[in-house]
């Protein structure tokens, strides 16, 4: 009777991953059928290294150079500021924080995983672009200075739950020999734990900008959503956001170009699945 349930629930598993497989399979068909066409009418250059973005025109340019580099500076930037913040917030809950303390503030970022994107836009379109006009004194503060903080607080979930795990699973000998040894606790957890939690650390540094790369509707609210070249203090749009603000009423060649900034995009999130297994798996060998 075990052996038969063992064997059915063998097979729902196997169901379920080639589902999965499946379903990335198909997406991955369907987006190249899709983004091929433009690529090649428009040509690869052209439509890579464009700068110019101008469906609607008389003359429609499709250079989506813009787009790129403002996702790269986007994501970039949202490292720069959420990484360090994320990781010495999971430093001190692990290692430093008592208890309570650890299980409250650990509860918030659980919470602050859990709160749809389009709150975190709004939340920034109503208060942080109204702070920064006023602060930099500017014409309008929907910036990618905007998009860049609110992804940095986007990613920080990720950041510091994996990182707090992988410091969490450190063993404890570790930290009492290097004590013993007459180490400082700051030194035992910043040069004995965080080492021994390289891999998982590495991994949540890796899987934040994943979010931050594939995050539209936020970035759309408070970056400008206009196609211009990336300025801190400039309206600017992202890939993501290219394709939400134009899809829903492009046709033809509009439309197969749309399809193609999708190619990109899911070309750069493989990229970044690809460094994430690299990294874990050059973590596992140690």
Known sequence: MYKVIDRIMQGVFLFCGLVTVA????????????GLPAIGEIGIIKFLFGKVWASTASNPTYGILPFILTSIYGTFGAIILGVPIGFFTAVYLSKVAPLAVKKSVGFVVSLLASIPSVVYGLVGMLVLVPAIRKAFNLADGATLFAAIVV?????????????????????????EGSLALGATELETYLRVSVPAARSGIVASIVLGPGRAIGEAMAVMMVSGNVPNMPELFGSVRFLTTAVASEMSYSSGLQQQALFSIALVLFVFIMLINMLLRKVMSGGDRK
């Open 151 to 175: 992804l940095a607080i986007m990613i920080l979930p990720s950041i510091i739950n994996v990182s707090m795990t992988s410091l969490d699973a450190v063993p404890r000998k570790y930290e």
């Open 23 to 34: 379903c990335v399979l198909v997406i991955t068909v369907y987006l190249v059928v899709s």
